[in-house]
């Protein structure tokens, strides 16, 4: 079973909107990753938080975590054309030592220009 | 600094033939992923090692996959035989260590015929 689910599944926006999209997991975890991946530049690392972390920010980034709820999102503002792509949360099962990931199904962004 | 570097990039065989993949890391990178992405789902951890030895490879069919990183450096990923099934990309990743930053290779995308 998924440790990482991403809701929506697919998500179509304009161009300057926001776009956010949610990951939730089952178990307790020591960080949780944000990656993108399209086929021009393939999986790429967007942002770490850690267990300890609530909020991170990196330019039009921005990732809360909630581990009450064992949910994270990730919102994208002022969305380009070029932020077209899958989006995944990677956690980590959180067994001691071994920040084992696993990948959520993915959000699949379409930003319209 | 120079990225991961996977190959081949494309491999097309037929089922029960035999086939491997080659990953070479960011140097200086201790902690190295093989993943399998299944087209419109996300990666899946087959195994990963730390310098030269297996963190886990819970996820890898032993019966027909077998991985190696000889020195901590470079790795290999082979299949023996080739299922049907198995057609997909096959990613590799490297990090500085557990549980950070991921950086991911071009993949190799196999079609088992």
């Known amino acids: 079973s998924q440790q990482g689910e991403e809701d929506p599944q697919a998500l179509s926006i304009q161009e300057g909107e926001n776009a956010t999209m949610n990951c939730s997991y089952k178990?307790?975890?020591?960080?949780l990753q944000w990656y993108r991946q399209n086929s021009g530049r393939g999986l790429v690392h967007l942002i770490l938080?850690?267990?300890?972390?609530r909020e991170k920010h990196s330019g039009r980034l921005r990732v809360t975590l909630d581990t009450s709820k064992k949910s994270s999102s990730l919102l994208i503002t002022a969305s380009r054309a070029a932020d077209t792509a899958s989006y995944f949360c990677?956690?980590?099962?959180?067994?001691?030592?071994?920040?084992?990931?696993?990948f959520g199904t993915g959000t699949r962004l379409k930003v319209l220009a | 600094e120079a990225g991961v570097a996977q190959s081949p990039r494309y491999k097309i065989i037929e089922k029960r033939q035999s086939v491997a993949f080659w990953c070479n890391p960011i140097?200086?990178?201790?902690?190295l992923y093989w993943y399998q992405q299944i087209l419109g789902q996300g990666p899946k951890l087959l195994i990963q090692?730390?310098?030269?030895?297996?963190?886990?490879d819970s996820q890898l069919p032993k019966d027909r996959f077998s991985a190696e990183r000889l020195k901590g450096v470079d790795s290999t990923l082979k299949i023996q035989p080739a299922k049907l099934e198995d057609s997909a990309v096959y990613l590799c990743?490297?990090?500085?260590?557990?549980?950070?930053?991921?950086?991911f290779g071009p993949g190799t995308r196999l079609t088992v015929l």
């Open positions: 140097s200086g990178h201790a902690t």
């Open positions: 090692f730390q310098n030269n030895g297996v963190v886990d």
């Open positions: 990743a490297s990090s500085r260590d557990r549980g950070g930053e991921q950086f």
């Open positions: 938080i850690r267990s300890n972390e």
């Open positions: 178990t307790s975890i020591n960080n």
């Open positions: 990677a956690t980590d099962a959180g067994f001691s030592g071994t920040y084992k990931y696993i």
